[in-house]
């Protein structure tokens, strides 16, 4: 699976589990719009066909065409349904899983480095601290200090 057809995917997981059903209808302009304003995959309407095809071959969708009847009798195409199937959604419990483990690794690694972060920071204040004590023990000089 390429990384368009993920993404291709991933939008029919997301819209199915937003509206907690099992098919999607969105249309093919829209998973063009989508693909290019939120993923950066300028693609033609035909080479959507195709990444679709391969889905369906792979087994993740199963699309059914649908149609409708105009005012004068004529066909008229109406969007596809896209049922998402099993192996959709173990592909997108694997990448959740992927996501957790990633997820928890960064916090493992922000976590170290705010631990470092504080431990220079008291360093830095016992440093700081220190020098002020050695001022306090040696003495301000008279310039420093004025009396009113």
């Known amino acids: ?53 391969e889905l369906e071959d792979q087994g993740y969708i199963e699309r059914k065409r649908r149609h409708r009847r105009g005012k004068d009798g004529r066909f008229l195409p109406h969007s596809t349904m896209t049922f998402l199937k099993g192996k ?4 997108i419990n694997q990448v959740q899983a992927l996501a957790g483990k990633l997820r928890a690794f960064t916090v493992v690694q922000r976590a170290a480095h705010n631990r470092l972060k504080t431990a220079r920071y008291f360093r830095s204040v016992d440093n ?20 009113p």
């Open 88 to 91: 959709a959604y173990q592909w």
């Open 1 to 53: 699976m390429t990384a368009r057809q993920e993404k291709i995917l991933e939008g029919h997981v997301s819209v199915g589990l937003k509206f907690q059903k099992g098919y999607t209808y969105i249309g093919q302009g829209r998973q063009l719009y989508n693909l290019k304003k939120y993923h950066g995959f300028k693609i033609c309407r035909r080479t959507l066909n195709y990444d679709l095809r």
């Open 128 to 147: 700081l601290a220190g020098s002020f004590t050695s001022v306090l023990q040696k003495g301000w000089p008279s310039a420093a200090i004025r009396s």
